[in-house]
């Protein structure tokens, strides 16, 4: 069913319906009344008339259509782009309702506009999906009226089904990108570190030669050579450029992580921490791999620095989805002492609400940082934050606050236990957690942990 009639028509009859009321009074009104009506009758079909009379070529008066990319990046603001062109030979007024998947809940995509003869209106709005998945769009519907504006043209364009995937954000790893090729990062945060010492790393000693810097030269070896008589006594260390160090983010996919934030759960900022992390370490001539895990074993990305190695990360998050049950370090410590066999930087994503849940992860985590350096990342509770910075104004209030602060204690507490153990640890709001998570890597990079 294309047509419809506008609340104007529905005005006008109201009026109608008025008029013949007062002419039961009134009988001189009634002739009047019939006139209007008949006026009434002839510019509906007048209007009607206009909005269904065929246009030069058979086309189709109206044309629309809706522009966005083939995936939406979760928790970012997508653009989308709806074209509509008249070919009326006249004005008109429209009405754009664009049906939007359901998991955005929202009833006000709905737009009005005015389109000249010949012309293509552009409406542009957003979307912040904040679940991973698959999202189904509808039709693009346009009401368009003449200037009477007393009865109004359905069209519907683009087919009813269309699946559009929402990935981790890659707006956001493209935002960081851009801003690291311009040296630009310090505009969303991040800290620019001096790094401490030479990007190199001792390969091999071989003999003096004229040119040689005298700072380069092995005291000790060249003193074993002399000793033994051998020719070339004078030997110097000889450095290459640095050699890609791997990079792990360990993702955890428990309960824990199912806390929600702003729309997004812990999971997904994590994930999409992930994905700007791993495309930062490329950048620095680094390699990035990826575990996730749980209760059971879950995907492993090895570390490489392969051309579509970032696409594969991408995949990957794209498909993890949080469990219901405890996460199981035992057998992320199994894991990684079986798929990662040099050291690396370990990013552990994860949230420990209270002391004692880190201390029962202790032993692996302690055990993990033997072997790598380990980074534990864990988010601050920022609704607590916002209750204590709220004033006190009933003593019940008093009490929750100071239960609040206890918990806030808390966290800070569990960083002080990891770094007695020797663990680096990062308290973090979800906001923040991208920014601060590329400030600690490139710290140890600037400081040679790495």
Request: aromatic residues 10%; proline residues 5%; glycine residues 6%.
């Amino acid at each position: 069913m294309s047509f419809f009639l506008t609340p104007r028509f529905f005005y006008l009859c109201t009026a109608l319906i008025t008029g013949f009321i007062v002419s039961f009074f009134l009988p001189w009104l009634l002739g009047p009344m019939l006139l209007l009506l008949g006026v009434a009758v002839l510019l509906t079909l007048l209007d009607a008339l206009l909005l269904y009379a065929p246009v030069a070529g058979g086309a189709s008066p109206v044309f629309g259509r809706r522009a966005l990319g083939e995936k939406l990046a979760n928790g970012s603001d997508n653009d989308v782009q709806l074209f509509i062109e008249s070919r009326y030979r006249f004005g008109i007024q429209v009405e754009v309702i664009d049906e939007i998947p359901h998991q955005f809940q929202r009833r006000d995509v709905l737009f009005e506009a005015t389109i000249q003869p010949g012309q293509t209106q552009v409406i542009k709005y957003q979307l912040r999906p904040t679940k991973r998945g698959e999202y189904e769009f509808g039709a693009l519907n346009v009401y368009a009226a003449s200037p009477l504006r007393l009865v109004r043209r359905r069209f519907r364009f683009g087919r009813a089904g269309q699946v559009v995937p929402v990935y981790p954000s890659f707006l956001q790893m493209r935002q960081y990108e851009l801003l690291a090729i311009h040296n630009r990062l310090t505009e969303v945060g991040v800290k620019r570190i001096r790094r401490v010492g030479q990007s190199t790393e001792f390969e091999q000693i071989r003999p003096y030669a004229s040119g040689d810097d005298p700072r380069t030269i092995n005291w000790k070896a060249s003193a074993r050579r002399a000793t033994g008589g051998g020719a070339d006594t004078l030997v110097v260390n000889h450095f290459q450029d640095e050699r890609a160090q791997q990079v792990y983010c360990l993702i955890d996919k428990g309960r824990v992580m199912r806390m929600p934030f702003e729309g997004l759960s812990l999971l997904d900022y994590a994930i999409n921490a992930t994905l700007v992390m791993s495309n930062i370490a490329l950048l620095k001539h680094d390699k990035a791999g990826l575990i996730t895990f749980s209760n059971k074993p879950g995907a492993v990305v090895p570390a490489e620095r392969r051309p579509g190695h970032l696409r594969a990360i991408l995949e990957v998050l794209y498909r993890q989805k949080t469990q219901y049950l405890e996460t199981d370090y035992e057998l992320l410590y199994a894991t990684v002492r079986a798929k990662i066999k040099q050291r690396s930087l370990l990013i552990l994503f994860t949230n420990f609400e209270t002391l004692q849940g880190m201390e029962r992860q202790l032993p692996y985590l302690r055990a993990l940082s033997k072997a790598h350096l380990l980074l534990v990342v864990f988010f601050e509770n920022t609704e607590l934050r916002t209750y204590l910075d709220a004033p006190a104004e009933t003593t019940a209030y008093v009490y929750n606050q100071t239960i609040a602060e206890k918990f806030q204690q808390e966290k800070r507490q569990i960083v002080l236990e990891l770094q007695r153990y020797g663990i680096q640890a990062l308290l973090t709001p979800p906001q923040l957690l991208t920014v601060n998570t590329i400030n600690k890597y490139l710290e140890f990079k600037a400081r040679g942990l790495l």
